[in-house]
């Protein structure tokens, strides 16, 4: 999408249904390893400060956030060498229950505008797990075949309702490989329960 359009999908944007869907940093589980966030407030409006400051500390991985493909490809591009266009799009959810990792029928009869967002919303947003500090080794991933129809059907961006596409331990990494190799983005920890 070059910069001349970008107003021009703002706009677009601006007349359709938004909702956010971040979590509180202070209410989202930390994946095991990960830096937890911090705050600690450097000025407050006290003492004769007439602003406020504070001292943030957390991990890329931290709550609601983007993996790049700088993050397992070691030539890969990083976040902030993309355009804000990038990051603003058209989505589509597709709700899938019932399942360890969202399968490929899931897609079956979904039409993707090449670069739009695919949010999955599964049964993490019904369990409330990014509203749960507690992290679980039970959630729902994205299979492979579901992950290879995003990037042929064209898709920017998949997202997904808890902290990794991938299964947890499965450090080959094989959906976030096929998805950042092809440069999709992927959105993990969102909140899809509304």
């Known amino acids: 999408m070059s910069e001349a359009s970008a107003p021009a999908l703002f706009e677009a944007l601006l007349s359709k249904e938004r909702h956010d869907i971040s979590v509180p940093l202070e209410k989202a ?8 966030f911090s705050r600690q407030w450097m000025a ?12 943030i500390s957390l991990g890329s991985h931290t709550g609601t956030h ?4 700088a993050h397992i490809l070691r030539d890969g591009s990083s976040l ?21 990792a969202v399968p490929a029928q899931a897609l079956q009869d979904v039409g993707i505008v090449k670069g739009e967002s695919i949010l999955f919303k599964t049964s993490n947003s019904s369990r409330g797990l990014m509203h749960d500090p507690i992290f679980r080794d039970e959630y729902t991933s994205l299979s492979l075949p579901a992950a290879q129809i995003c990037v042929l059907r064209g898709a920017g961006l998949v997202g997904i309702d808890y902290l990794s596409v991938d299964r947890y331990e499965d ?16 959105l993990e920890g969102i909140d899809l329960d509304a």
């Open 66 to 69: 983007i993996d790049s493909p």
């Open 29 to 36: 589980p930390l994946y095991p390893g990960d830096s937890s």
């Open 44 to 55: 407050v409006f006290e003492n004769g400060s007439s602003y406020r400051l504070s001292l």
């Open 80 to 100: 902030d060498s993309y355009p804000l266009d990038r990051f603003i799009t058209l989505a589509q959810v597709i709700a899938v229950e019932d399942c360890d």
């Open 171 to 186: 450090e080959s990494l094989p959906v976030h490989n096929i998805l950042l190799k092809n440069d999709v983005l992927i």
